[in-house]
Each structure stands twice: as C-alpha cells, then as structure tokens.
C-alpha cells in the first residue's frame, strides 16, 4: 500500500487525530530514556559482531579511523536531524514520519517516495536478516546439542517467524519500550561476553595463527576497503529516527538529544571493544559472525561453550526486539490505509486487518530469510544504498534548508564536505558490495543450511 504524498499544508496536529498510522503505532506517550532505549535497539544489535570481519579490509589502524568516523558523524548528523524536527514543531509542523520531514523541507514530491523506497529497503532487509541471524542463532545450539540432526536452517528460520507473528501484534512502537530496554541490556550482555570470549581464545595454547595483511592486489583491497566502510555505514545506520523522535510525548524539543547521548555511551562500550578484541584474535580469518569464528567446524571450540550458548542466546532474544522495531515503519503505513481512526484500537474491524497484514509482511521477510541466507553480503549493500542516503547525506541537506547557514561559515562547508564525502563512498560502496555479491554468488543456495559470509 503506497502512502500518499502530504498536502502542502497538512502537519497540524488536527491533523493527526485522522491519521490512523499516527495514532495507534505512533504513539507520541513516550520519555528521553524510552527515545534511548529504541535508538540503541535500532543501532547497537548483533551486526556489531561483524566488526571484526569488516576490519579485515581496512587493517588497524584505517579500520578504528573509520569506526570513529563513522561514529562522531552519525551522531552530528542525528543530531543535526533532531535539530531540524525540533525546529518544525516549534513552527506548529511537528514531524513523525521521515518521508513527510524531507518532503516538506526539501519541497519535492518525489522525495517523499525517495524516502518511503530507501525506507522500505531497509526495514525489509533489517527484518530479513534479524530473522536470518536469529534462525542461525537456534541451528548453533540444535547443532552443539545434536550434531547429527536433521533439522536445517530454513526449519529455524520458520519457527523465528512464528514467533515474530505473534509478537508483532503489540499494537504500537511505544509498547516497545520494555522490551527495547531488555533489548539495551542484551547488547552490553553479549558484547561483555564476546569480548571474554575473544581474550581467552587468543590467551590459550589453541589460539589460532594471527595474519591482518590485506589482499595483496591493489583493486581488491580498493573494493575490500569500500564493502567494509559500507558494512561499517549499515552497523551504525538506523534510517528511522524521526519515527523514534515521534513517540515522545510533546514537546519534543531537546529530549532527543539525551536519548543520543544514552546510545551513544553503549555505542562506545559495545563497539570499539568487539573490533579490537574480534580482529586481535582472528585477523583477515574474522567470520562475518565473530561467534562462528569462536566455534570453528574443526576442532574445539575456542572458548568455554557455557559462555557462547549465553552469548547466543542473548543475541538471539535481542534480534527478536530488532525485527519489531524496523517494522514499525511498515506497519505504521498498513495501519494509516488499513485501520478505522474512529473506532478502537483493538476493535474487530482494527484488529483483524492488523493481525493478516503483519502476519503476511512477517511471513514474507521469512520466506527470504530462508531463501537467501547470505547476510554479510547482504550488509554491506544494505549499507551504502540505504543507511549512507537516510543517515549520512539527507540531514546535513535538511539542516542548511531549515536553519540557512551562511555559506562563510564552517558548519554549512562542513555539511557540504560530509555530503560529497559520503555520496561518493556510498557510490563505491555500493559497487564495490555489489561486486562481492557477483564473486560470491557460486557459494549461494537457496534455502541453504548454510550462512554464507
């Protein structure tokens, strides 16, 4: 269901009281600490564990200047988007959908539809690949307790469906907060344990042989560089911050900002420490899932298994809480074409139509979990076609048409350099990934037992 494009004029909260999307899954009830809570479960979930593996293109020292990079600019650049939302709903225009934020700032139709397709690839590929991952998570454990099982991944990736069917009836994003706080926890859990993990492998009589040379080759170090940046750009992406920002009771003005602070500082914890300790032990060998790299097909697994079941268990219940909140964007459109304003939330006539259009959108980010089990391929296109538009590019071009910087000063050139800078790495970026999806493609299957790397 195509969502229209707003009138010229239609941003008045009247407004919303019609608006069905806005007033069951947008909810707008919400504290700083909840806005925290649903930023660090959009950002700092499991692909961090694919730091290590994005490392493997870049070595030590671009790999951390390019994770602090990344990190200083997403923050300036929600910051700076936060700024903008501030700005509107002091001028009685409060914005809770990014499409609706970029078409009345920018004044262009068409990019009220640019945002809803980048939008749409990713929240379609994030619940994709946190389906993926959480299957892959249950087939670690099926495998570990029964090796010679006949259970394969696409029958675990059917049973994370279901489960996800069924949570994804909580009817808005606001009813998320508790779970999303569990989902904080489960972050800094699995990322301690990791980081143990990773220092007692590399400690112990079996740890493996440490190698962090580059491709030797010129051009594949290049496209090896480019697909890390873009990985890097999807780890730390979240495309949906003014839906975020919406379901903050009003006003809204300056609590956004402490949310970005919360994040941020788990952001710090989590991410820096996986890297150094993940590359540290496994080098240019970095699995695009560092557990797989503590669990090799051969031999012993490389740190105590009590510590890695945790690990996956806990990264398994937090993809759970990822999937649902990169849903909101399309259920929050659903529910604005499907739903009743006028009659209750959990009447039948709002109910029922809830309850088929999840369960269908549910039941198709399975099926293509199950059918295309590449996810660190997947990544780093994901990466530089939808986060580096959405969250590098897009806000600093919102900020100098809302604010108007002079062009003398350092804030507009810094804005312009960040948008030339990030186009042309997300054009490389997404050449260089769609280049190692082309190299990979004689290693995929569909409905595979396996994740390819």
């Not at 069951?24 to 692909?47: C, D, E, M, R, Y």
């Not at 994003?173 to 779970?179: E, N």
């Not at 492998?201 to 580059?214: E, F, I, M, V």
Request: glycine share 8%; with cysteine.
């Amino acid at each position: 269901m195509m969502p229209e494009p707003p009138n010229p004029a239609p941003f008045l909260e009247t407004s919303r009281d019609e608006d069905a999307g806005a007033v069951f899954v947008l909810q707008s009830k919400g504290q700083w600490w909840h806005a925290g809570f649903h930023l660090t479960t959009a950002i700092v979930g499991p692909t961090l564990l694919t730091l290590p593996y994005a490392f493997r293109g870049l070595g030590w020292g671009p790999g951390f200047l390019c994770l602090t990079t990344m990190g200083v600019v997403t923050f300036y650049s929600y910051y700076l988007m936060s700024k903008v939302l501030d700005h509107c709903e002091k001028a009685g225009r409060r914005h809770i959908r990014f499409r609706e934020l970029a078409a009345d700032v920018l004044g262009s139709g068409w990019m009220f539809y640019f945002v809803i397709f980048i939008q749409t690839a990713i929240n379609t590929g994030v619940g994709i690949g946190a389906i993926l991952l959480a299957g892959e998570c249950l087939k670690i454990m099926y495998s570990d307790l029964s090796p010679n099982g006949s259970l394969k991944l696409y029958h675990f990736i059917a049973m994370v469906t279901v489960v996800m069917i069924v949570i994804s009836q909580l009817p808005t994003f606001h009813s998320l907060r508790h779970i999303n706080f569990g989902s904080l926890l489960l972050s800094l859990g699995y990322s301690f344990l990791v980081v143990g993990a990773c220092i007692y492998a590399g400690t112990s009589k079996n740890a493996p042989a440490r190698d962090y040379s580059l491709e030797s080759s010129n051009s594949a170090k290049l496209f090896n560089a480019f697909t890390s940046i873009s990985i890097i750009a999807a780890i730390f992406g979240n495309g949906i911050l003014p839906e975020i920002q919406a379901t903050l009771a009003p006003p809204a003005t300056g609590k956004m900002v402490k949310g970005l602070v919360m994040c941020y500082t788990v952001i710090f914890i989590t991410f820096y420490s996986t890297a150094l300790s993940g590359y540290w032990v496994f080098g240019n060998k970095a699995s695009s899932n560092i557990i797989l790299s503590l669990m090799p097909d051969e031999g012993p697994s490389l740190a105590p298994t009590w510590v890695l079941a945790v690990t996956v268990i806990f990264v398994l219940l937090q993809l759970l809480a990822i999937g649902l909140v990169y849903s909101q964007v399309a259920y929050e459109i659903m529910e604005k074409k499907s739903a009743d304003v006028n009659q209750g939330m959990f009447s039948k006539r709002n109910l029922i139509p809830r309850i088929i259009l999840r369960s269908l959108y549910m039941l198709l980010c399975g099926f293509f979990a199950a059918m295309l089990p590449f996810f660190g391929d997947i990544s780093g296109v994901v990466g530089a076609v939808g986060f580096i538009p959405l969250d590098f590019i897009l806000p600093m071009l919102l900020y100098n048409k809302t604010y108007k910087p002079p062009k003398s000063t350092f804030i507009y050139w810094i804005n312009i350099s960040i948008m030339i800078v990030f186009t042309g790495a997300g054009i490389l970026g997404t050449f260089s990934s769609v280049r190692k999806l082309v190299l990979d493609a004689s290693k995929f299957k569909l409905f595979s037992d396996d994740v390819v790397d």
